[in-house]
């Protein structure tokens, strides 16, 4: 059974930053795309950056472009999402999604290809 847990959400202002991470365990293989997802009250999750398991192929939002960085620690099987230069746009819960991918250079964006999800990490920017 394929589990993934986010931590490193909080409080923090606006023009700051925070790390997020995602690690996964129950995965027999490597082979997993990672993305990262969020939700604000009241609106759909939306993606926000993924990652291929092979090939370091990422996907960013528009929307944090530049401010966001995905990235892997293959030895810890654990995803990052640094975010810097946060808005109060930015709050929501995050989460963290897994796939299985052969290819390995998937970077998948579509919400709906994602299987394994964890439970979510509240960030909250204050202006």
């Known amino acids: 059974q394929v589990q993934v847990a986010e931590s490193g959400g909080g409080l923090v202002q606006a023009g700051g930053s925070l790390m997020l991470s995602c690690a996964a365990s129950?995965?027999?293989?490597?082979?997993?795309?990672t993305g990262w997802f969020r939700q604000a009250p009241g609106q759909e999750r939306e993606f926000v950056a993924a990652?291929?398991?092979?090939?370091?192929?990422?996907n960013y939002a528009d929307s944090v472009k530049g401010r966001f960085t995905i990235f892997k620690d293959d030895a810890k099987d654990t995803v990052y999402l640094q975010m810097h230069s946060l808005k109060a746009e930015d709050t929501a819960v995050y989460y963290c999604a897994t796939h299985f991918d052969p290819t390995g250079r998937l970077a998948t964006t579509d919400i709906h290809e994602y299987k394994y999800w964890g439970q979510g990490t509240q960030v909250t920017v204050s202006s």
């Open positions: 129950g995965r027999t293989y490597s082979s997993y795309a």
């Open positions: 990652i291929s398991w092979s090939s370091g192929d990422t």
